[in-house]
């Protein structure tokens, strides 16, 4: 089985290059975001300014429009006036009366110009700020990144030089248990437990083969008493109690044996009929996880 660890240190390592791409990119992206929006204010003041200036200087206009008007209505009423003691009289008179307008408008005009600048200058510090802050966050959330990326390496490594031990160890540990499921076979075979009897299945000797021990070490480890707690399978093939009859019955045997041998010749009688040879049996077992 591949080390899924390795397969996953091998993806993330390749996906290093576009995280850090990727943060750079964003960076600059908040960066430009913040310069566009100080572009975009200074613009938006500068044209309010130019409407409140064009607003209160066309008011000032006409307010100082009113003094003409004055003449003209004081001259149609039958005033003299090229006399001068008259023109300035009424001169006066408008002027006295526009002039609180004239200093309000004025004063209005400088507060409002006021205003727009504070609320330009307010805006472009906080995007001054912004940038100051992202010049400072930048190489911290790079530095971050990286010792992220060390962090997650050097687990998947470590995982991986795990996994790969404990599969090593599951591998040492089933040679052994094949070497004693040999022995095991040899001994009962040389001590006539019907080992060699077994020619009418096609398995003549007492060795056994490469698919039989993966199979009894996949279902009892080698152990003859082996007893399956949720069915009625058990031994060396963990055969059910039904198939264990049948093939006793065939052979001679108490269905219940705790014979090695005996055992061997149920279990290959049950293969012979089912499967035809121990290597079926074992790719079978392989795709469903039972034979």
Known sequence: MADPYAEQLRGFTSSIPNARRGLIDLYKLRRRSVDTHTREIRDVYKRAGAA??????ASLKALGGYEGEGLGMAKASGYDMGDPDVRAAVTGLVRQGT????????SEQGAQGQLWRGYRAGEEYEDTTLRTGLKREQPAALSELEQGIIDTQTSLTGQSQAYQANQQFLTQQQNYMNQMLQYQGQMAGA???????????????????AAEQWIIGKESSGNVHADNPTSSAFGLGQLLIGNRQKYARQLGFDPNTTDYGQQLQMMR???AERYGTAEAAMAFWKSHGWY
């Not at 409140?52 to 200087?57: A, H, Q, R, V």
């Not at 002039?99 to 004025?106: D, E, K, Q, T, Y």
């Open 52 to 57: 409140t200036k064009s607003e209160y200087g």
């Open 99 to 106: 002039s609180p307008f004239n200093a309000f408008l004025r």
């Open 191 to 209: 001590q006539g437990g019907g080992i060699g009897a077994g020619p009418q299945y096609g398995y003549g000797g007492g060795q056994l083969s």
């Open 269 to 271: 009688a049950y293969i």
